[in-house]
C-alpha cells in the first residue's frame, strides 16, 4: 500500500467542497427522484424508525420529518465522504502511477 501525498490546505480545501457539493446533490436526489424518495418513505416506515421515533421523542409529525431529514442529511453526508475518498486515492494512486 502506498503513503497517501501529503496534505495540504488547498486539497483540504477541494475535499470539504466536494463532499457539500455531493451532500447536496445527494439530497436533491431525494427531491427528484420517486426512486430514493420511495426507499426514503419505506426505510421511515420500519419498526426500527417507530423505535428511533420513540427514543428520540418523537411524538408528531413534524418531529419525525425533522428526525427524517436529519438522518437522510448525514447518510448523505457519509456517502459523500466515502465517494471524495475513493476518488481521492485513486488520483493520489494515477498519479503515483506516472
Known sequence: MMPNPPATVARTVCKTVAVLVLTGLFMLSLRFSATVAGMVDRVAGTGMWLALYRLAGANDATAQEQLIVMAVALVCCL????????????????????
Do not use: C, N, Y
Open 79 to 98: 456517502l459523500a465522504i466515502g465517494v471524495v475518498e475513493v476518488a481521492d486515492r485513486l488520483i493520489s494512486r494515477r498519479h503515483t502511477a506516472s
